[in-house]
Structures are given as structure tokens and as C-alpha cells.
């Protein structure tokens, strides 16, 4: 069998990359559900949802794109402190999910509001410790929840959507009691807005922010809301 060439090498490379910077689809696309019968009372404050839901830029991004977010933030939770680095997490050998902490105002967004986007756009939480190219269970679907009442709301809401048929397979999201959430690295914050045109994000994520503006058009601020910011008006 004869070798390729350099040349024909770097050609199907470029090929390849072109192809994958073209977003004409999301990984995991879009489904339209309904909201949660059950929700949140409106309450007075800043309120913590963490969601993980495959890799986190695309989570973070979307999230950022929500009206009523007032932070959102990579990371990592369901593990230990001292495992809570980007390298070791993506062993798949801790039990960290890469997740993202949403502060939000209950006043402008709801708790079921923010299950709803996480459900319908965000990731497909029917794929079992994987989402799209990314495998591992630390790309596994899962709710942290803060509260009892963010607990029942998000197994009432689950179990909704699954006696509802919405998905073509049972959900798998797996919901547990929020014990730490350790910040990502600061290379990983505002990914998605800083790297538009990285292929991965082109193809995997973009999609994901064009179809939260499509289906939550009164959810959807088209200027995101950044970490960096944040951290500049803090």
C-alpha cells in the first residue's frame, strides 16, 4: 500500500478541520418539552442551581445566554477537592462531573425555568455518562441540587418528562445533593464567547446558544453574561 504524501496529509487535515468548523448541527440536538408542573416559589435573593451536562463550555455558554443568570461558572462537583483539576477529571477516574454553578434571580428566571433550557437545549439526558464526541462519566448528566425543594422539583420534573414520552428514551439524569462545587481553571471560563471559531465549539456548542434563542426567545440576552465581568465589577 503506498504512503500518503505530506502534502495529501496536510490536505485531508484541512478537510477535516473545515468540516468539523462548520456548525450545521448541534451534537445533541434540540427538543421542544414542556415546562415543569412543579416549580420553585419565587423568593427573594440569589439562588444556586448546579447542572453538569456534558463538557462544561457548552453548558456555561448557553447558561450565559439566559436572561436572569447573574453568574455562571465551569467546574467541577460530585468529588473531592483534592481531584478537582481538568487533568485528573478527565482520567474519568474521579467522581467529579464537569458542571457549571448558575447564581440566578428567581425573580427574572425560575428554578424549573433553568431545567427546562438544561433539558430541551443543553445536552441529551438520555445518554448514559457520555454526551455527543465526549465519553466518560465524567461527562455524565446530573442535577446538584441545593435545596429539598430544588430536589423535588427536578425528580418531579424528570419524572414528568419520562411518563410525557418527550425523549425517545428514559432520562438518566441522576440527581443528588449538591456537597462542593470547585471552580474550573481559569483557561476554561468564558470559553465559548472567547473561542467562537475553535471547531469543537463551532460544531458541538454554537448550535446549543442559536437554539436557546429559537425556542426561549424571551429567556435568550444576546450579550452574555461573563465570568471575567464579573470579576471586574466585584
Known sequence: MRRPTLASLLAATAALTLAFAMPSRAAENAVVIPAPAMDVAPASGIQTAVLAGGCFWGVQGVFQHTAGVINAVSGYAGGTKATADYQTVSSGRTSHAESVEIKYDPKKISYGKLLQIYFSVVHDPTQLNRQGPDVGPQYRSAIFTTSDEHKKVAEAYIAQLNSAKVFSKPIVTKVGALEAFYP???????????????????????????????????????????????????
Open 184 to 234: 474550573a481553571e481559569a483557561y476554561h471560563q468564558d470559553y465559548l464567547t472567547l473561542h467562537p471559531n475553535q471547531p469543537y465549539i463551532a460544531y458541538n456548542d454554537l448550535p446549543k446558544v442559536e437554539n436557546l434563542k429559537k425556542l426561549f426567545a424571551d429567556n435568550y440576552i444576546e450579550k452574555p453574561t461573563l465570568v471575567s465581568a464579573s470579576k471586574a465589577t466585584n
